[in-house]
Each structure stands twice: as structure tokens, then as C-alpha cells.
């Protein structure tokens, strides 16, 4: 099993900065792509970010050019670096992990097999 859990959510001001974590533990060694998905107040869960294992990066149009993400495979975490935030980025964010062999495009959720419980960001105005 792997246990995903976010950490770094919080309350900025718009034009801000934040850097989220996704702590995996366990059977680490089966993650093979991971991604960031967030879930706003009455709207579904949307994909964020995600990437490969590879090392190949995808961005969602709405945060392209804010929001990076990238991964520390030594210590087993994954990270979103916030910029720039807008009001509208406001949401729950969650990471996932997947264990490979899934046809899905990284940018579905049906892809990806472990969620964290997510982590609240609130970007004021």
C-alpha cells in the first residue's frame, strides 16, 4: 500500500506564493507517475498538474507559467510550487499516484490509483 499526505495549504493574499508537499510512504517504489488535482467549493475535482516518471511535466492552461511541479525521489515527496495566485485558486488541493500501465491520460483522474486527503488553499482578494 501507499499513503499519500499533503501538507503546505494555507491562507494567501492574491499575487502570492505557496509550496505544497505530498509525503509518500509505504510501498513508494510502485508510484511511477504522480499529479496534483484540486476541488473547489460546488465544482468537481480538476487536474492541476502532473508528472512522469520520465520526468516529463504537464500543466493544466489555467496555472501554466505559475505552477510547478516537480519531485524529490531520494525522499519520496512531491511538490507544487505556487505562484502568482489568483482568487479563483482557491480549493482543496490533492495529490496522486499512480503504478503505471494505465492507458489514461495523466491528466485524468481514472488514472491514478492513491489519493491524499488534500490540503486547504484559500487565496484572498
Known amino acids: 500500500q501507499v499513503q499519500l499526505v499533503e501538507s503546505g495549504g494555507g491562507l494567501v493574499q492574491a499575487g502570492g506564493s505557496l509550496r505544497l508537499s505530498c509525503a509518500a510512504s509505504g510501498r513508494t517504489f510502485s508510484i511511477y507517475n504522480m499529479g496534483w488535482f484540486r476541488q473547489a467549493p460546488g465544482k468537481e475535482r480538476e487536474f492541476v498538474a502532473a508528472?512522469?516518471?520520465?520526468?516529463?511535466?504537464y500543466y493544466a492552461d489555467s496555472v501554466k507559467g505559475r505552477f510547478t511541479i516537480s519531485r524529490d525521489n531520494v525522499n519520496n515527496t512531491l511538490y507544487l510550487q505556487m505562484n502568482s495566485l489568483k482568487p479563483e485558486d482557491t480549493a482543496v488541493y490533492y495529490c496522486?499516484?499512480?503504478?503505471?500501465?494505465?492507458?489514461?491520460?495523466?491528466?485524468?483522474?481514472?488514472?491514478?490509483?492513491?489519493w491524499g486527503q488534500g490540503t486547504q488553499v484559500t487565496v484572498s482578494s
Open positions: 496522486a499516484g499512480d503504478r503505471g500501465g494505465s492507458s489514461w491520460p495523466v491528466q485524468s483522474k481514472a488514472r491514478y490509483d492513491t
Open positions: 508528472i512522469v516518471w520520465s520526468g516529463g511535466r
